[in-house]
């Protein structure tokens, strides 16, 4: 029977990717873009618009980074590349006409790194990337002493350009724009606040077709590069209905970034933790905001494991391990996380493993696990005295199982209080999440899971409408007690994620929509 | 519009068989058409030009999953729709396809979203793991894993209802 099942669903993959379009769908397409044609939009997205030279630098270990599939050309300095054709440049006021860069570029590192790679395009107006490589030399460092400065000075000749500027191994990308006024020079980075590596030192030579004054150009620096329209954001975490966090990815660069809100959602504060996935926030009743970050590929840019933000702004890691959940009771000096298998058993630990901790999150300390040989893929802090465990796993049929525990801080003895054996718990799918409060209301969601609600701490749960009543797929929740708090639910209607209140799981206040950084389907 | 159109004609086939993948071959061609005139719309907020593919796919995604929740404009046709109403298999295999879509199909649609994309991705629309990484902004390890997961669930529930 495997064998055939194993035939069939070959057979049907096969079959996927066999299929041809009809004839003439292309130019059915095409004919209606035609007509469509006087209803595209005209705006042009700025980021395009201004970027006469755009640079993205990647450093380390990064794979290429500059969109465009293949292996990147190894850059010919000594051929110009043709001009940018797509929208003019804006007329300059030098006497010497309008510098157009005409692509002849090379990138330099300081000694001091001279095995970190640097990859570079440069992209003219339209976005076509006319160039792109990786440093073959290891010059001179040209940055200012200044981080947060540019130096610009003569280059090789007085047709080029040197941009230097000092960097760090946190910056996994950046972008170097020349502005429409063809006389500014705009270096912009991802928000990296963790970052405490600066100094690495880099230069750019951009040549121009005609002379150039180094003095009569001007250099900006700023940590810009992602806005809060760049995220994708998945999980959630709120203080009060005002003050909360909002964590996610950018799908195209793959920056781990954080958001704060005082106002309710209407304005956000954007931040980040360089590259990586966040798997949870968390905010402690001292304001402190915490968050876990996983890496794919742990590394100088991507550093796994447990951060928390002070009250001054600054985001430090605070532990190696790997938080896949966060939870904080409302005081802030219990609170719990649940560390990612693999790191869990690099310590020693039996298995997945969960941290509590009594003092806010400066010492943190194991208990056992209730799970057995298989996951713990939640656990909550309900109070200081209360710890509730989710664990999943599979029984000999394949089927899946959940199961839900109750114990106190010690993790001893763990007390069966919810199952999907005997129906209690009607969940599916992965991804399975819990948050419950002190009040012991709470909310339970995953992939397949519409959120449920439950009123006795989790022992018994119902289906709660979300909103326009519609099932939504909630990407994260926070309760916050008497039925209430906030949820992240994707809109496929809107092609975003949703920011959800709600005071007792009834009446429902939109915060804020998260548009998908694609931009899709207008 | 001749630059898109270019392209349009390079990537036809590829959206189509992402959407046939979700919806079967009687909806694949309406619904690729709308994938790609939803593209031409939204191209004003493509920042990267080189990154057309993933994002062009990641428009296809969604327009996908939209349309086999219901929520789109384009109504649900199952896969195995072929099988019903006596349509001659078109793809590799005779009946051997015929039999796949029947059996395999129901299982696909139950996969969770993120498993049914990638196999479509990957299988019916070609894409490489790194671009189905790209697509879906997850990294090309994690689009591997996830790959031999989403695979792995397809399997045993194939198995779990084959007679």
């Known amino acids: 029977m495997t064998r055939h099942r194993d035939e069939l669903v070959d057979v049907f993959l096969a079959d996927l990717g066999a299929g041809s379009p009809p004839p003439g769908l292309a130019a059915a397409v095409g004919e209606r873009l035609r007509h469509e044609g006087s209803r595209r939009p005209s705006r042009v997205s700025p980021w395009l618009a201004a970027a006469a030279v755009l640079a993205l630098l990647a450093l380390a270990s990064f794979a290429w980074i500059v969109a465009g599939p293949g292996p990147s050309p190894t850059p010919q300095p000594s051929a110009p590349i043709p001009p940018a054709s797509a929208p003019a440049m804006s007329p300059s006021p030098s006497a010497t006409g309008s510098p157009q860069v005409l692509g002849d570029w090379t990138v330099t590192v300081n000694p001091g790194e001279p095995d970190v790679p640097v990859a570079v395009a440069v992209l003219d107006r339209s976005g076509a990337m006319t160039g792109a490589g990786e440093a073959t030399q290891a010059p001179p460092n040209d940055g200012p002493s200044d981080p947060h400065a540019l130096a610009i000075g003569q280059g090789s000749d007085d047709r080029s350009l040197t941009v230097g500027w000092t960097g760090s191994v946190c910056d996994v990308h950046a972008q170097l724009e020349l502005a429409s006024d063809g006389r500014t020079v705009a270096l912009r980075f991802p928000p990296r606040p963790s970052c405490d590596t600066l100094g690495v030192g880099f230069s750019i030579e951009l040549r121009f077709g005609t002379p150039v004054d180094p003095a009569a150009f001007h250099g900006t620096w700023s940590e810009d590069l992602v806005t809060i329209s760049d995220v994708e954001p998945n999980v959630v975490a709120f203080a009060d209905p005002d003050h909360g966090w909002v964590g996610g990815t950018t799908p195209t660069a793959g920056d781990a970034v954080v958001l704060e809100t005082t106002d309710g959602g209407a304005s956000w504060r954007v931040e980040g933790l360089g590259t990586g996935r966040l798997t949870d926030v968390a905010v402690t009743g001292r304001g402190i905001a915490w968050a876990g970050l996983a890496c794919d590929e742990p590394g100088p840019t991507c550093r796994p494991g447990l951060y928390r933000r002070d009250d001054s702004g600054l985001w430090s890691r605070v532990s190696v391990d790997w938080p896949v959940t966060l939870s904080f009771a409302g005081n802030a000096g219990a609170g719990l996380f649940v560390t990612a298998a693999s790191l869990a058993s690099q310590d020693g630990l039996p298995g997945p493993g969960i941290r509590v901790t009594e003092d806010g999150g400066d010492t943190w300390r194991a208990i056992p696990s209730p799970c057995g040989a298989f996951d713990v893929v939640d656990a909550v802090r309900v109070t200081a005295a209360q710890v509730l465990a989710l664990c999943a796993g599979e029984g000999g049929a394949g089927e899946a199982f959940k199961w839900l525990y109750r114990s106190d801080p010690a993790g001893d003895p763990w007390q069966l209080l919810a199952s999907t054996d005997d129906g209690s718990m009607p969940i599916s799918g992965t991804g399975i999440r819990i948050d419950v409060a002190e009040d012991q209301t709470g909310w339970l969601w995953g992939s397949r899971t519409p959120l449920l609600a439950t009123t006795d701490g989790g022992a018994t749960w119902r289906p709660l409408d979300v909103a326009d009543g519609d099932v939504r797929i909630v990407r994260d929740a926070d309760a916050s007690g008497g039925g209430g708090g906030t949820i992240l639910v994707w809109d496929p209607d809107r092609d975003g994620t949703l920011l959800l209140q709600t005071d007792d799981g009834k009446a429902w206040t939109q915060r804020y929509l998260f548009p998908s950084p694609v931009r899709c389907c207008g | ?163």
């Open chain 2, 1 to 163: 519009m001749d630059a898109f159109e270019a392209l349009v004609e390079s990537q036809t086939a590829s959206v189509y068989r992402l959407a046939r993948a979700y919806v079967g071959d009687a909806g694949a061609p309406d619904l690729a058409q709308e994938v790609l005139v939803a593209a031409w719309r939204a191209l004003p907020g493509l920042r990267d030009a080189g990154a057309f593919g993933p994002w062009l796919h990641r428009i296809a995604v969604n327009r996908c999953r939209s349309a086999v929740r219901g929520t789109g404009r384009i109504r649900e046709i199952p896969m195995d729709e072929g099988v019903a109403s006596g349509t001659p298999d078109r793809g590799h295999d005779g009946f051997a396809a015929v039999e796949a879509r029947a059996v395999v199909g129901p299982a696909f649609r139950r996969l969770g979203e993120d498993h049914r994309a990638l196999i479509a991705l990957h299988y019916a629309a070609g894409l490489s793991i790194r671009e189905c990484g790209e697509t879906l902004g997850i990294a090309e390890g994690t689009a591997k894993s996830r790959l031999n997961a989403a695979l792995e669930a397809l399997r045993r529930d194939v198995g779990r209802i084959e007679p």
